[in-house]
């Protein structure tokens, strides 16, 4: 319950029925919200959310059970109530929902939440394929990629075109960029078909998500209560973990440093905690603290709520100041542990043990110990917790309608999906120019060889021509030559005649001739 710079969170035990107040200027050294199933940690997030809500503080918190939605109606009277407010010497109560916005990532009754591929980054979402060390390495090659060639990556459709476009080019990047095996494309393309399964192919694209549009304040200057309708989604925990931390690094990430305000920018309420701590790489683990470290430096309270402290690492544990443990059950010795270890985070309240409280605390009973003005911890003290003046059960459809239909100015922003150009049509375009550029490279050589391939028959058939010239010549010169020696033939034979006829008459003349002497 909202009171000058406090909200006033319950009422400590007799006598003194000390008020425990969270003190706004102190409340964004964040919080945490634990207790088993049934003890009341629902109602103490909604009587701790209207309270920023109506301090002026716009809150996050995601809806897990359904029953978030009464934070904008109304409570209702009742004889118990009526005890409740009165045991609590509550004056002035009065029953009043919150303004709220819904909000959705399947597709279902809400302002659709979509964010980028490129927004969800090559880690997170690595982590929420759940890929190994080799498969990531591939996907930041992916990305790496994409940045370079400015292609999009919008939605799931645009990273299964970009891993296929890689794998058919791996050997071009391969020196540039390291190896991609084919294993280990078809490894991420299998998984992205699971999440496409559980939701991924509405959550990712465009119009994304503006978290401006979540610190936002009604025209009462209430801050608006966005709730994300999470009953479906949380059948989905990789999705809904990986969201929410994404959320949580965006806001680190995108608002300006505040240092020390009279109150919270932003609170954001993480339901079901445990679900972003499960088999957590050192990464991201490292990631989260140093932001839960540094983000309240932005105006941000950070608020886990979970069954125990134990789900939550010692790292980020020790940065939670503000804290209410409803009552745990303790049946083994690892429970046993998780008792002690939740009753040592308390700064001791000599009036009694923690360790036994915890395990005695009734539903809607808690050990709570906020910040003093001078950022120390309290004391911690048994106290109940006060009623919310919302309802305490889910909304009723007719506040429900109400309540979207107070949405349409945002509808129209995030209502349609956006299927702009990127990285699928961008590769299409690019295996076309390539397609078109290996064409006229085949038609060049096309062209080049048919020229070549003209040059050598013309010298061929220039060499033929020279070939037969010669020919020519050599016939020409064999016949001169056999012309020749004909007549070289004729003169020898009529030399040789006429020498031959002188000879055989002066032959006779010496034969007969002596004779007749």
Same mark, same amino acid.
């Given at each position: ?11 400590? !035990? ?454 037969? !010239? ?48």
């Amino acid at each position: 319950m909202y009171q000058e710079n406090a909200i006033w969170m319950g009422v400590g !035990a007799e006598p003194d029925n000390k008020h425990v107040n969270l003190l706004l200027n102190q409340a964004n050294r964040h919080g945490l919200i634990a207790g088993a199933s049934g003890t009341g940690k629902t109602v103490t997030l909604k009587v701790m959310a209207e309270g920023f809500s109506k301090a002026g503080v716009p809150v996050f918190m995601a809806d897990v059970k359904g029953d978030i939605t009464g934070m904008a109606q109304a409570g209702k009277d009742s004889e118990d109530m009526q005890e409740r407010i009165k045991r609590f010497g509550i004056e002035g109560f009065t029953y009043a929902g919150c303004p709220v916005r819904i909000w959705d990532m399947l597709g279902g009754a809400g302002l659709p939440v979509r964010i980028t591929i490129s927004d969800m980054g090559p880690s997170l979402l690595s982590r929420l394929l759940e890929l190994t060390e080799v498969q990531e390495g591939v996907l930041d090659i992916v990305f790496r990629i994409a940045d370079d060639k400015n292609l999009l990556l919008i939605d799931l459709k645009d990273l299964r075109a970009m891993l296929n476009f890689v794998a058919e080019h791996a050997d071009e990047y391969e020196t540039t960029y390291g190896k991609v095996s084919a294993q280990s494309v078809g490894a991420i393309l299998r998984t992205l078909i699971s999440v496409e399964d559980q939701g991924g192919d509405v959550f990712f694209g465009e119009p994304a998500l503006d978290l401006n549009d979540w610190f936002q304040c009604a025209e009462n200057g209430q801050g608006y209560v966005n709730i994300l309708n999470a009953a479906k989604l949380i059948q989905s925990p990789q999705i809904y973990a990986m969201f929410l931390l994404w959320m949580l690094s965006e806001l680190f990430d995108t608002l300006p440093e505040e240092g020390d305000l009279d109150k919270p920018k932003f609170v954001f309420f993480f339901d079901e905690a445990h679900l972003l701590f499960n088999d957590m790489p050192t990464e991201f683990l490292d990631k989260i603290v140093q932001v839960v470290k540094l983000i309240r430096s932005k105006g941000v309270g950070v608020y886990f709520i979970t069954q125990s402290p134990s789900d939550i690492p010692d790292e980020v544990l020790a940065q939670l100041s503000n804290r209410i443990q409803h009552g745990l059950r303790a049946y083994t010795p690892a429970e046993q542990k998780a008792v002690r270890a939740a009753a040592q985070s308390f700064r001791e309240n000599p009036a009694f043990k923690s360790e036994d409280v915890i395990l005695e605390l009734g539903t809607g009973e808690a050990l709570v110990s906020f910040l003093n003005e001078d950022g120390q911890p309290e004391i911690v003290e048994r106290a109940k917790i006060l009623p919310p003046q919302c309802l305490m059960a889910a909304a009723s459809d007719d506040v429900m309608k109400e309540a979207l239909s107070a949405q349409d100015e945002l509808m129209k922003k995030y209502g349609e999906a956006v299927d702009r150009e990127s990285a699928e049509e961008q590769i299409e375009e690019l295996e076309e120019e390539e397609e078109k550029a290996a064409k006229e490279e085949e038609e060049r050589k096309k062209r080049e060889e048919e020229k070549a391939m003209k040059e050598k028959a013309k010298a061929k058939a220039a060499e033929k021509a020279a070939i037969r !010239a010669e020919e020519r010549k050599i016939r020409q010169r064999e016949k001169q030559q056999e012309q020749m020696m004909k007549g070289i033939g004729k003169i020898a034979s009529r030399v040789l005649g006429s020498f031959g006829r002188e000879a055989t008459r002066q032959i006779t003349r010496n034969l007969f001739g002596g004779r007749r002497r």
